[in-house]
């Protein structure tokens, strides 16, 4: 089993580029969530999904924007990069309510 | 709204000492807790998770913890620290309410050889 697939692991964007860092889960769960990572914060919710077709903003969701076309894949698109976008972005899911989040290796980005 | 607070940035130990990195909720019921390990450069995994029933649970390499609703708290413990124990540590919470995990800032494990 895979598990949760992110990619890229590692990329560097220009202020105002765009890029779609990509999600897919082989575990077939509903929930799928975007974190961002910065050193000393935590981890904070920037879009979840409770299922295909159905999104919602988290904590820290402006300059980003998510979709939802299948069960397995939850991409994250950033439109306009801003260095205030620098950080590890992890994509999780669980099963349901209360369950275990998977969680990918991370996409470490750094906008320049 | 469900928080976690983990009051310790950085905690360091020796080898072979014992260990116990807090954690604290903010809930009206019980909530479902967790607490998982990051080591450098990779995702969370679960170290071990509480729904309900007996409030000390064993969870994976070696560690505890132990919920006490009293004190709101859901505190990791190890007996004795490996240097393989060196990574970053999150508490999460995920209320019975909201499907969404809500993570501590997590505490940074240093080990001392």
């Known amino acids: 089993n895979a598990g949760v697939t992110q990619t890229p692991k590692f990329r560097i964007l220009k202020i105002g580029q765009s890029m779609t860092l990509q999600c897919t889960q082989d575990?077939?769960?509903?929930?799928m969530y975007w974190y961002r990572q910065d050193p000393g914060m935590g981890l904070k919710l920037i879009y979840y999904?409770?299922?295909?077709?159905?999104?919602d903003k988290g904590e820290v969701p402006n300059g980003y924007n998510v979709s939802r076309s299948t069960t397995e894949d939850f991409p994250l698109r950033l439109e306009l990069a801003a260095p205030s976008q620098t950080s590890v972005y992890f994509c999780?899911?669980?099963?349901?309510?209360?369950?275990?989040?998977?969680f990918g290796q991370g996409t470490r980005l750094t906008v320049v | 709204a469900q928080s976690v607070t983990q009051p310790d940035i950085h905690i360091t130990v020796s080898e072979g000492a014992s260990l116990e990195l807090r954690c604290n909720y903010s809930y009206g019921a019980t909530p479902y807790l967790f607490w998982y390990v990051q080591s450098p450069g990779q995702g969370l995994q679960l170290l071990l998770k509480?729904?309900?029933?007996?409030?000390l649970v064993q969870g994976i390499k070696g560690f505890e913890a132990e919920f006490k609703r009293s004190q709101s708290s859901f505190n990791l413990r190890k007996p004795s620290v490996h240097w393989s124990d060196a990574a970053e540590y999150f508490c999460a919470v995920a209320s019975g309410g909201s499907y969404i995990p809500t993570f501590g800032r997590g505490t940074s494990l240093i080990v001392h050889p």
């Open positions: 575990m077939n769960h509903n929930y």
């Open positions: 999780a899911s669980t099963q349901g309510i209360g369950t275990e989040a998977f």
């Open positions: 509480y729904f309900s029933g007996d409030t």
């Open positions: 999904s409770v299922g295909a077709g159905i999104t």
